[in-house]
T-cell receptor
Framework: AQTVTQSQPEMSVQEAETVTLSCTYD???????LFWYKQPPSRQMILVIR??????QNATENRFSVNFQKAAKSFSLKISDSQLGDAAMYFC???????????????FGKGTSLLVTP | DGGITQSPKYLFRKEGQNVTLSCEQN?????MYWYRQDPGQGLRLIYY???????QKGDIAEGYSVSREKKESFPLTVTSAQKNPTAFYLC????????????????FGEGSRLTVL
């Protein structure tokens, strides 16, 4: 099974600054998808950004961008101009592209808790 | 608005009792999933269903059961055989095939918090 590792249990950033959350994964597949989800205190899981492995260009969504290094199996999330509302648990997730044995379920890391200070 | 509704939001259960968590979606999605979340553990897959009347075990299915009689509904029963049922449970859904590829992300409900007394 593919494993997803988030090595930073907690991170802190000051408002308006930039922070990068790390994620590495282990897979032998060439076709897959990677995701970052945000879970605020309400505990609702919200999709932040998605990256298809066959696309070389890094995905970007407003203040959120990723650094996808396929060879290194690394998928970090950069949050620019951090806001108080960005405080949440962030989960990195992996999913197979084809022929999934788990119904194309997402395989999650253990999460990084992001604190944003004024 | 389309979405996923989980109920109840909070549930208390005595040891030895079965309890059923409801999950309903009006997104017309084919696939549905149940995850369990514990502090420091991330989300772990309990069961999933890709079509009506079919479901498969995930990584931690022991002590749980599901049914998928309707496309919209995927209830999870936590049985007395589950040794440590206190947790946060999340239901999710996904669109089906699009041009031969599974491209969709998972959409999540707001979760159910189960506490065993």
């Amino acid at each position: 099974a593919q494993t997803v590792t988030q090595s930073q249990p907690e991170m802190s950033v000051q408002e308006a600054e930039t922070v990068t959350l790390s994620c590495t994964y282990d897979t032998s597949e060439s076709d897959y998808y990677l995701f970052w989800y945000k879970q605020p205190p309400s505990r609702q899981m919200i999709l932040v950004i998605r990256q298809e492995a066959y696309k070389q260009q890094n995905a970007t969504e407003n203040r959120f961008s990723v650094n996808f290094q396929k060879a290194a199996k690394s998928f970090s999330l950069k949050i620019s101009d951090s806001q108080l509302g960005d405080a949440a648990m962030y989960f990195c997730a992996y999913r197979s592209g084809f022929n999934s044995n788990s119904g194309y379920a997402l395989n999650f890391g253990k999460g990084t808790s992001l604190l944003v200070t004024p | 608005d389309g979405g996923i509704t989980q109920s109840p939001k909070y549930l208390f259960r005595k040891e030895g009792q079965n309890v059923t968590l409801s999950c309903e979606q009006n997104l017309n999605h084919d696939a549905m999933y149940w995850y369990r979340q514990d502090p420091g553990q991330g989300l772990r897959l309990i069961y999933y269903s890709q079509i009506v009347n079919d479901f498969q075990k995930g990584d931690i299915a022991e002590g749980y059961s599901v049914s998928r009689e309707k496309k919209e509904s995927f209830p999870l029963t936590v049985t007395s055989a589950q040794k440590n049922p206190t947790a946060f449970y999340l239901c999710a859904s996904r669109r089906g095939l699009a041009g031969g590829r599974i491209t969709g992300e998972l959409f999540f409900g707001e979760g159910s918090r189960l506490t065993v007394l």
